[in-house]
């Protein structure tokens, strides 16, 4: 349960008068045309994973909360429909769905927390924290089972076994019932499993903490053979067709402060190695320079061995992550796709015959779209692009290619490519006939010069009624910070929601800059990794700064009325900004922010490395210049934090009080960073608006 720490009348009378947007009083200067509960009330999918023969496809609806796994077979006729039941809000994430053999049942993983392997009581319920647990759904209506503690379900291509992990274990079930049973104890936290097609090997990633072991379990003589092993970290291992070969990415082992650019550094690596023996070498090695590390994209699997024996990843030689592909003897790695566009999720066909990827079109950074390419031909073409955005694309060996697609103002939904290359929504029926579609806006993408001269990226939400009366104006910066806003609903569960808080804002009367700050993804290498970013220097704040003089050179904004939010990351642009430019800002709401680099690092066990690190850290963080703000803030915290641990909410929170900066604190008790409770949301959010309406309206 969420609670208050006890409210001031003033932002009480905020709360009660403007959280629903539909008040009356003379205080609502500009209610919104609908409420938060609302826009809030669209089921988001997530997961989405295409039956490998058949026609179906499957996917994770959250409706309030409430987690399903929901099944359409479109080629069949079938209409889309849920095959399990949980009923509560009680933060409890679905994930790492897996179509059985037969695709007549869906392993899948549930449980109350995806940040570490602590399990988290999100819910604070009496009998304590739930572990994550592996579940199996039936297409055929019976009720789903638990088969055991655990996560990253997978079934064997004979549909007799199902694997999973738990820690430092592979635990294996009979399909047809029985206790699971150990396969491998190991030294290291096992990250993930590989199936060889004819089922008779299994790989698997064994992270030893400085280094990381691709292991390759055989069933027939129940031993390990380790893959080529060093002391670097080896990952996304891929089977041969004959299984008789395995490939795998090696990044070498280097002590890189976190949240600090690097633009190189010792070169990664492709190695094949013999699945009996272990004996392998390097097949391919990234060129010095600009993609020397290696950048993976945003999906689980990095590297695909596809039926014309090449090996396919993702590389940013160029300056920007595109894919290539390497044949397995060796030689030059090829361009698949290129152009000032970025790679985000990928996925190959069964067959290997056919890729299907999501990146932005150059020109367009702010919007992604499915492309397609062929094995034997090598050209990719864009599917159904329109003004929408398509990401996490899913393929069949039928062909059948499938997505999640949204756009300005209708919400992210599962879709099909149909027949006459359009995107066909697989479950209409379950946007809500009252969801706002009609008064929301199109986000307008805008480019503007940082402080230092650069170009910034961003997002406007104008309202719809243009008049020329100035009117307050709020910042948003996204958290990561490797992560980037969208010109519509974002494909990720927390942007998603953020997106719909930034609606609700715009429809207050609010104009909404969404800023891409340097450090994000989706424009290339330079961008991502900026000079002097982070606990390195701060440079973002030349961004935040830009945004601030953009907004004030606007004749449609009242300057004097600037507010400014964000979480994690963004919290930390919150707590920069109100403390570098406190005769910017009015007010501000910052959740789970860094307040200092320097007790950041050290609490997550990576603390700066020398004296001058440290300095850089803190003169880098809003610590450095706290006696400068002044603007009223509210404090928001989860105290089960584990990504920003709430101590920096604790100093954060000591030194407005010796400062004398008005402020006021929300605090959630047994939450996590990601926030996995709706209910916890939405008193995030009906606390925001209300702060905002209380110094605006």
């Known amino acids: 349960m969420i609670e208050y720490r006890p409210l001031p009348a003033w932002l009480l009378f905020a709360t009660l008068a403007c959280g629903t947007a539909l008040?009356?009083?003379?205080?609502?200067?500009?209610?919104?045309?609908?409420?938060?509960?609302?826009?809030?009330?669209?089921?988001?999918?997530?997961?989405?994973?295409?039956?490998?023969?058949?026609?179906?496809?499957?996917?994770?609806?959250?409706?309030?909360?409430?987690?399903?796994?929901?099944?359409?077979?479109?080629?069949?006729?079938?209409?889309?429909?849920?095959?399990?039941s949980f009923d509560e809000d009680d933060g409890s994430h679905i994930d790492d769905l897996a179509w059985s053999a037969d695709e007549a049942s869906i392993a899948f993983t549930r449980g109350g927390s995806i940040e570490d392997d602590q399990p988290a009581n999100v819910d604070s319920a009496p009998s304590g924290p739930k572990p994550r647990e592996v579940w199996v759904a039936s297409r055929s209506g019976a009720p789903a089972r638990r088969i055991g503690a655990g996560h990253s379900p997978s079934f064997s291509p004979d549909g007799t076994r199902l694997l999973y992990l738990d820690k430092r274990?592979?635990?294996?079930?009979?399909?047809?019932?029985?206790?699971?049973?150990?396969?491998i104890v190991d030294k290291g936290m096992i990250e993930s499993v590989t199936w060889s097609a004819d089922g008779k090997l299994v790989a698997f990633v064994s992270d030893r903490g400085s280094h990381a072991l691709v292991g390759v379990y055989d069933f027939s003589r129940q031993s390990i053979a380790w893959m080529s092993p060093g002391l670097d970290r080896d990952t996304s291992p891929v089977f041969s067709k004959d299984g008789s070969r395995i490939a795998f990415i090696r990044v070498p082992a280097e002590r890189a402060p976190p949240f600090i650019s690097r633009r190189s550094g010792q070169c990664w690596s492709i190695w094949i190695a013999d699945v009996r023996s272990g004996a392998g070498r390097a097949i391919w090695t990234a060129d010095a320079g600009a993609g020397s590390v290696f950048a993976p994209t945003l999906s689980p699997r990095n590297l695909f061995w596809n039926a014309a024996d090449q090996l396919v990843f993702p590389w940013e030689r160029s300056g920007w992550l595109q894919l290539y592909a390497v044949p397995v003897g060796g030689g030059t790695a090829q361009a698949l796709t290129a152009g000032r566009s970025e790679i985000a999720h990928t996925s190959l066909s069964a067959d290997g015959r056919r890729i299907v990827y999501s990146a932005s079109k150059e020109g367009e950074p702010d919007r992604l779209h499915i492309f397609a390419l062929d094995t034997d031909r090598g050209s990719a073409r864009i599917l159904a692009a329109d003004t929408g955005i398509e990401d996490t694309p899913q393929i069949n060996n039928a062909g059948a290619v499938f997505a999640l697609r949204s756009d300005g103002t209708h919400p992210l939904q599962p879709v099909m490519l149909s027949s006459n290359n359009r995107w066909e929504a697989l479950a209409p029926q379950q946007i809500p006939a009252d969801f706002p579609s009609a008064q929301l806006v199109t986000p307008e993408a805008v480019t503007f010069r940082a402080e230092d001269g650069h170009d910034v990226h961003a997002q406007l939400f104008a309202p719809q009624d243009r008049d020329a009366k100035p009117r307050p104006a709020i910042l948003f910066f996204h958290g990561g910070p490797r992560r980037q806003m969208l010109v519509g609903f974002?494909?990720?569960?927390?942007?998603?929601?953020?997106?719909?808080?930034?609606?609700?804002?715009?429809?207050?009367?609010?104009?909404?800059?969404?800023?891409?700050?340097?450090?994000?993804?989706?424009?290339?290498?330079?961008?991502?990794?900026?000079?002097?970013?982070?606990?390195?220097?701060?440079?973002?704040?030349h961004d935040l700064l830009g945004a601030v003089a953009y907004l004030k050179a606007r004749k449609d904004v009242d300057p004097a009325k600037l507010g400014i939010w964000g979480a994690s990351?963004?919290?930390?642009?919150?707590?920069?900004?109100?403390?570098?430019?406190?005769?910017?800002?009015?007010?501000?709401?910052?959740?789970?922010?860094?307040?200092?680099?320097?007790?950041?690092?050290?609490?997550?066990?990576?603390?700066?490395?020398?004296?001058?690190?440290?300095?850089?850290?803190?003169?880098?963080?809003?610590?450095?210049?706290?006696?400068?703000?002044?603007?009223?803030?509210?404090?928001?915290?989860?105290?089960?934090?584990?990504?920003?641990?709430?101590?920096?909410?604790?100093e954060l929170l000591e030194a407005l009080r010796s400062h004398h900066v008005p402020h006021e604190v929300v605090i959630m008790p047994d939450e996590i960073h990601d926030l996995a409770r709706y209910a916890s949301w939405m008193k995030l959010f009906d606390a925001a608006a209300a702060h905002f309406a209380a110094h605006f309206d």
């Open 569 to 650: 990351y963004g919290g930390l642009m919150t707590a920069l900004g109100l403390a570098r430019a406190p005769d910017a800002f009015a007010t501000g709401v910052d959740y789970a922010g860094v307040y200092n680099w320097a007790t950041f690092l050290t609490s997550i066990g990576l603390p700066p490395d020398t004296p001058e690190a440290t300095r850089r850290a803190v003169e880098s963080s809003p610590i450095a210049t706290i006696d400068r703000w002044r603007a009223p803030v509210l404090l928001v915290q989860a105290d089960d934090d584990r990504a920003v641990p709430s101590q920096q909410a604790s």
């Open 23 to 84: 008040c009356p009083q003379p205080g609502c200067a500009h209610p919104a045309a609908f409420t938060l509960a609302q826009i809030m009330q669209a089921p988001f999918p997530s997961s989405l994973t295409a039956a490998p023969r058949g026609g179906a496809v499957a996917w994770v609806f959250d409706a309030k909360g409430r987690r399903n796994i929901w099944v359409a077979e479109p080629t069949g006729g079938t209409k889309a429909h849920a095959i399990t």
């Open 490 to 541: 974002h494909p990720m569960g927390a942007y998603n929601w953020m997106y719909c808080l930034n609606q609700y804002l715009a429809a207050k009367g609010y104009i909404v800059l969404s800023v891409n700050y340097r450090g994000g993804i989706g424009y290339g290498l330079e961008y991502r990794e900026a000079d002097d970013f982070g606990p390195g220097g701060g440079s973002e704040l």
């Open 169 to 183: 274990q592979i635990l294996t079930a009979a399909v047809g019932g029985g206790a699971p049973q150990p396969l």
